[in-house]
């Protein structure tokens, strides 16, 4: 399964050894997951890596290299009325790439869009994997 990881999931996975994102990326590869990114989401992890501990740059250093990078999409052949120019690229290229959509920005992907972008997922990471689970995906 493709999943588009959104800025604030790469940075929670960078910040905190406990949380859904970074078990994601860590068993991505035993679960099946594809894990993609894109050149705008990395720059934007890059700018907002030193608002975290310091820590959080070495465990970036070992997430990097699992994501695929993907190119960014900043157009679409359909109606998109989403107000965050900021995270437009993050939703179209996470449509045209992957089959789900990873973000912990609720306010500006599902508070505006729901739970889905033209068929395409939205989800918190713990909901996900909550999803993942209940359907025994989950290894």
């Known amino acids: 399964m493709k999943l588009f990881l959104d800025t ?16 994601i990326v860590d068993q991505a590869q035993s679960n099946s997951w594809t ?3 894109s050149p705008w989401v990395l720059g934007e992890v890059v700018r907002n890596l030193p608002k975290l501990p310091a820590s959080a ?3 970036w250093a070992r997430i990097r290299p699992r994501l695929h990078v ?14 965050a120019s900021k995270d437009r690229p993050v939703l179209l290229t996470a449509l045209a790439s992957a089959q789900l959509l990873l973000t912990l920005d609720r306010d500006d992907f599902t ?3 729901g739970s889905h972008f033209y068929g395409m997922p939205i989800l918190l990471p713990s909901e996900f994997l909550t999803r993942e689970r209940n359907a025994g995906r989950l290894k």
């Open 8 to 23: 604030s999931v790469i940075l929670a996975a960078c910040g905190s050894a406990t949380g859904s994102s970074r078990f």
């Open 35 to 37: 894990l993609l990114s």
């Open 57 to 59: 740059t070495s465990v």
């Open 70 to 83: 993907v190119d960014d999409v900043v157009t679409l052949d359909r109606v998109v009325v989403f107000p």
């Open 111 to 113: 508070g505006v869009l």
